[in-house]
T-cell receptor
Framework: AQSVTQLGSHVSVSEGALVLLRCNYS??????LFWYVQYPNQGLQLLLK??????LVKGINGFEAEFKKSETSFHLTKPSAHMSDAAEYFC???????????FGKGTMLLVSP | GAVVSQHPSWVICKSGTSVKIECRSL??????MFWYRQFPKQSLMLMAT?????????EQGVEKDKFLINHASLTLSTLTVTSAHPEDSSFYIC?????????????FGPGTRLLVL
């Protein structure tokens, strides 16, 4: 079985500060890992994904994430937060392809001026 | 990127009525579509996986007779909430998968908010 744990239901940063959203996973096979962003009353938008190969993955809007197998982590970072980054972020895992996506509980990112 | 639409975006209905939600992949053919449910301030819970031309696969605890899924074509899947009750009020989101193997990606629709009075 697969699972995802996102540490912190809310993360607050100032505009221009580093964004770090934490995600740990468990999977019985090499995982596919994803970060999605959800704006209020909208569906999910894919930020980035890791399947195989390079462990540092770059996504849209300046976000990136690093797959660390030894730590079973896939933390999301952005060097400088922007007000428009305020949204809810979901980490997800699948055991290869799209057998099933399992989502974490989400982390709300709050950005203050 | 690939676009997935949902219709309607929101619906209010009386208890006991049925509601149909459409999910369309606009610029690609989706062999597989997924239906999720999201309660306020919670994560997405997979309800069912829908493959074109075959019966949907429901997750444990999801009533297949209450949540009817039809995947009639490679670009359209529908979710019908039958005899809706207030506890069915939720945000329903569909997704469609595109690509193969490591390039396969799920693209999500904008969601449908259902309120049952």
């Amino acid at each position: 079985a697969q699972s995802v744990t996102q540490l912190g239901s809310h993360v607050s940063v100032s505009e221009g500060a580093l964004v770090l959203l934490r995600c740990n996973y468990s999977s019985s096979v090499p995982p596919y890992l994803f970060w999605y962003v959800q704006y209020p009353n909208q569906g999910l938008q894919l930020l980035l994904k890791y399947t195989t190969g390079a462990t540092l993955v770059k996504g849209i809007n300046g976000f990136e994430a690093e797959f660390k197998k030894s730590e079973t982590s896939f933390h999301l970072t952005k060097p400088s937060a922007h007000m428009s980054d305020a949204a809810e972020y979901f980490c997800a895992v699948s055991e290869g392809g799209y057998s099933t996506l399992t989502f974490g509980k989400g982390t709300m990112l709050l950005v203050s001026p | 990127g690939a676009v997935v639409s949902q219709h309607p975006s929101w619906v209010i209905c009386k208890s006991g009525t049925s509601v149909k939600i459409e999910c369309r992949s606009l610029d690609f053919q989706a062999t597989t579509m997924f239906w999720y449910r999201q309660f306020p301030k919670q994560s997405l819970m997979l309800m069912a996986t829908s493959n074109e031309g075959s019966k949907a696969t429901y997750e444990q605890g999801v009533e297949k007779d209450k949540f009817l899924i039809n995947h009639a074509s490679l670009t359209l899947s529908t979710l019908t909430v039958t005899s809706a009750h207030p506890e069915d009020s939720s945000f329903y989101i569909c997704s469609a998968s595109f690509g193969t193997d490591s390039q396969e990606t799920q693209y999500f629709g904008p969601g449908t908010r259902l309120l049952v009075l």
